[in-house]
């Protein structure tokens, strides 16, 4: 499975952007196209790292009507996984997948026997999944799979992330979910049992969020 590393591929966007748009400019009574370029690529990087940093509303609370949902349907601890900004690799149907990077996950909602068993895995195309119970933000329920992926970068370095895969197209084309929307994903039981539940939000004027 080829796997894009979005970040990377974000950056190269960008420079291929600046490149097109500057391309046959008159650069007299202009700043050097050295100083140009350092100010766009900094100004890039910031729009960059805002996308992978969502800034957080305050408070945190699940929408009633999915407190409604768990309570009816016996869960009990409740628990934000994480929010993020959806990626084109999360929307696109040729990845099927909602990715996770594990230094955006807000706390721990695995057992530690969960864990152990996410982390057999070998690679992504050979690895270890559990099959959950999803909340779509229609409260539609369905069942989607979780595993664990180590993604290499070109650095040599890698990468971990929790990923939702099989029926995530489904998801994404049902609930009409769209790149750059912010969305939540959050844990709950049911005698023991992992469950999920995802929430789209959006911002208002003053910083907080609402449910869509």
């Known amino acids: 499975m080829d796997v ?6 974000i950056e190269k966007e960008y ?3 600046f490149r097109v748009e500057h391309e046959g400019d008159d650069h007299q ?8 370029i350092k100010k766009k690529k900094q100004k890039m990087a910031t729009r960059c790292d805002q996308r992978y940093t969502t800034p957080t509303p305050t408070p945190l609370d699940l929408p ?7 309570r009816d349907l016996g869960g009990s601890d409740i628990a934000l996984i994480i929010q993020k ?11 099927n997948r909602l990715s996770m990077p594990l230094n955006q996950i807000r706390q721990t909602f695995l057992t530690p026997q969960e864990t152990e068993f996410l982390n057999s895995g070998n690679n992504e195309k050979k690895c270890s999944e559990m099959e959950v119970m999803l909340i779509e933000p229609s409260l539609r329920r369905d069942t989607i799979s979780l595993r664990k992926w180590e993604m290499k970068k070109a650095s040599g370095s890698a990468t971990s992330m929790y990923v939702l895969v099989g029926k995530w197209n489904s998801v994404a084309w049902r609930n009409a979910l769209r790149e750059d929307e912010t969305v939540q994903l959050w844990s709950f039981r049911i005698n023991s049992k992992l469950c999920l539940a995802l929430v789209k939000r959006r911002a208002k004027s003053n910083g907080y969020f609402i449910e869509f």
Do not use: A, N, Y
Request: include cysteine.
């Open 29 to 36: 009574g202009r700043l050097p196209e050295s100083s140009k």
């Open 4 to 9: 894009v590393d979005g970040e990377m591929k």
């Open 64 to 70: 009633i009507k999915f407190k409604k949902r768990i």
């Open 85 to 95: 900004c959806l990626f084109k690799t999360d929307v696109s149907s040729g990845h």
């Open 15 to 17: 420079d291929q952007g």
